[in-house]
Every structure is written in structure tokens, then in C-alpha cells.
């Protein structure tokens, strides 16, 4: 057995373990009840305040602070009093329901379509702006859309776009693309632009009842001639002192490009009404890739100021294992804006970074991305 085939059995294999424990224990904790005293909350028992995971929020609640409260009020009208507005917005609904028309054509091939659970379609289509002194301007246009198809058995859809973006948290921080960077140095690069929106998929939901994860199985096409075959095993689990977990795992074999393993991590302690703590883990496997895995971290803290607004501050670290050498490439902190902009349908995000590479001899530098995005 080659070395990278071992690598890839002892991950798989502390993967499984991993999740293994972690469901014990969330089960576990998640009957274990603690008697309190009245008007005594979790953070003042003796258990808690022995548990130092437990006190961090506690410890940052404490500190002095200039941000406003926590706010779910809208600030841009709903689309349904925006529709008819100007161009943008008729174009938009344009969109949108040529969207919705070709998932029910799609649907009808399949069989006769049911009024009460009609075919529907998302269209996502974004814009990611970098830019930093050492590799300049870049632009990397991205679209991602999914096709509903409930004619058929089980929960069936059509996935077509840029497949990486289905491998990011949904609620992930950072403006993050595994695709490589454009060729020569240019600034927009058309034919890998093409080459990496290309993928369309057949995709399964939920389809086993016995499975107690929440899980697709993808089998499609990408980068024009690599077939896949590609699975996501999901699950949250609440824990008690506000805190929650969520884990998922990512198989994907292609023809071409052959394993790809990634594990995504998050644990939130978030409670109603207040800026919540996160972190955010990746481990990464790939064959197409140089080192044995790398992985990355976000450990932050979001505001919510409005409705769908989010503000984060945090420390950033990544780095990768190489032939048994485990190192930390990059470090630095960072921050993060997004929000609805002019529309309910249109948002912007910012990220301002000051990371810095160790592996290509980078002090910490600035870097910024902005992220435009339209949903239809």
C-alpha cells in the first residue's frame, strides 16, 4: 500500500473514531440533567465553574464593550415591494422565475408533477474580488444553483456550478476558494473560470432512514471530464451551557482528480440575543494536493446589527502535514462584514486579513476580498 493510500485509511479511520466518541458524549450530555437551585443559572454551579470552556464566555461578556445591541431589524424593503421597481429588479424576477419555469420542464420529464409540492430553483451568482501586494488584483466569478425535483423518488435534485462552494460551512466566515489561483498572473482568467463553474451533478438527500446523519450522495461530472462520485454526512448536536456542535464529512472520488477528504468542524456558544463564539476547523486530504493534508482555523466572534448582517473578529491560523512534519504556516488576525445591500436579494462581504506564509517566506501582510453576491 503507497504512503498516501495509508495516510488516507489512518484519516478515514480517526474520522470515524472521532465522530464515534463525540455522538457518545453528545448523547451522554444531552440526558445528563443538573439540579440547580432557583434563580441559580448553568455558569454558577460548581460543575461549570470548574469547566474553563464553560467560563470564556462568561470572561468576554464581562469585558467592557462600544459595539451596539444585538438587532433583527430590517434595513432594505422586501422584494415583493421592490419587483417592479426599476430594471434591476425586474430582470431579477426575471431570473428567478425562468429559474423556477425550467426546474418544473425538468420535473415534468420525470412524471406528473404534484401542485402541492412543485419543482423550485436556487441560483446563486458571486463575484469574489482579492487583493494583496504580493499577487495583486484578482477577480474569480462563481455561480452555484440547485434544481428540486420532487417527481422523483426520494429527495432527487439537479446541482450544477462550482462544486467547492458545497464544501465550505454554510455559515462559513471567511470568503475561502479551493480553486487554484488564475494562470500568468491575470487578473480574470476566462477558461478557468469556465473549467471551474462547469460541474453538474445528479444529487440524493436523506436518502436512507437508518443513516442518523443528514446526508448527500452526488454523482456528476466536473472540470469537464472528471466523473465523481461524492458523499456529506452531516449532524448537530446541542450541548447544554448554550453551546451546539455541528460536523460533517466529505467523501469524494473522481476519476481524475481520485480522493478528495475533508472534515469540517464547528463549535458555537450562542445565546438568544447576543453576538455569539465560534470555531471553525478544516482538515483537507486530497490527492491533487502536495502535502498530506492541510487544515484551517477560524476562532472568532459575530455581531448581528440588523437583519441577515453579520460582523466578525477573530484570529486566523492554517497549516499542513508533510511527510510526518506538522507545521503552522500562517497566522494573523481578521475581520469580516456582510450584509444586504440596496436589495433583500443582493449582499457584500468584506474580509480585511493580516496573515502571514511562512512556506512562500511572507511576513504578515494586508489582504482584502470582497464578495459580491445575488441570489435568484
Avoid: C
Amino acid at each position: 500500500m503507497s504512503q498516501d493510500k495509508k495516510m488516507l485509511s489512518k484519516l478515514l479511520l480517526f474520522t470515524v473514531l472521532s465522530a464515534m466518541m463525540y455522538s457518545a458524549y453528545a448523547a451522554e450530555t444531552s440526558t445528563t440533567q443538573i439540579d440547580l437551585p432557583e434563580n441559580q443559572n448553568s455558569l454558577s454551579s460548581p460543575e461549570v465553574d470548574g469547566n474553563l470552556l464553560y467560563q470564556i464566555p462568561s470572561w468576554i461578556d464581562a469585558t467592557p464593550t462600544f459595539f451596539p445591541q444585538q438587532s433583527n431589524e430590517p434595513i432594505v424593503p422586501p422584494v415583493i415591494e421592490t419587483e417592479d421597481r426599476t430594471w434591476v429588479d425586474r430582470k431579477q424576477v426575471k431570473i428567478k422565475n425562468w429559474a423556477d419555469r425550467t426546474s418544473h420542464k425538468i420535473d415534468n420529464w420525470f412524471g406528473e408533477t404534484d401542485p402541492d409540492q412543485p419543482a423550485s430553483a436556487t441560483l446563486r451568482i458571486l463575484l469574489d474580488n482579492s487583493w494583496n501586494k504580493h499577487d495583486g488584483y484578482e477577480i474569480k466569478p462563481r455561480i452555484r444553483g440547485r434544481i428540486k425535483l420532487p417527481t422523483l423518488e426520494r429527495k432527487v435534485s439537479l446541482v450544477f456550478g462550482d462544486d467547492s462552494l458545497d464544501n465550505e460551512l454554510e455559515n462559513n466566515v471567511a470568503i475561502t476558494n479551493e480553486n487554484a489561483s488564475n494562470l500568468n498572473n491575470k487578473t480574470l482568467d476566462p477558461q478557468r473560470t469556465r473549467e471551474n463553474n462547469s460541474s453538474f451533478a445528479l444529487r440524493w438527500s436523506d436518502f436512507s432512514k437508518y443513516i442518523p446523519f443528514e446526508t448527500d450522495l452526488d454523482l456528476g461530472l466536473r472540470s469537464g471530464d472528471d466523473v465523481y462520485l461524492r458523499l456529506k454526512a452531516s449532524k448537530d448536536w446541542q450541548l447544554e451551557n448554550d453551546f451546539k456542535f455541528h460536523a460533517e464529512q466529505i467523501y469524494r472520488y473522481g476519476v481524475d482528480s481520485e480522493n478528495y477528504l475533508r472534515t469540517n468542524l464547528e463549535l458555537i456558544h450562542a445565546r438568544p440575543n447576543q453576538a455569539f463564539l465560534s470555531n471553525q476547523l478544516n482538515l483537507t486530504y486530497a490527492d491533487e494536493q502536495d502535502d498530506d493534508f492541510t487544515w484551517d482555523n477560524n476562532l472568532f466572534r459575530q455581531h448581528q446589527f440588523f437583519h441577515e448582517n453579520s460582523f466578525s473578529y477573530g484570529l486566523y491560523t492554517s497549516g499542513f502535514l508533510n511527510n510526518k512534519d506538522l507545521r503552522l504556516n500562517s497566522w494573523g488576525p481578521f475581520m469580516s462584514w456582510k450584509q444586504p445591500v440596496w436589495r433583500e436579494w443582493l449582499y457584500v462581504q468584506g474580509n480585511l486579513n493580516y496573515f502571514n506564509d511562512h512556506r512562500e517566506d511572507r511576513s504578515h501582510f494586508l489582504s482584502t476580498m470582497i464578495r459580491l453576491e445575488a441570489l435568484f
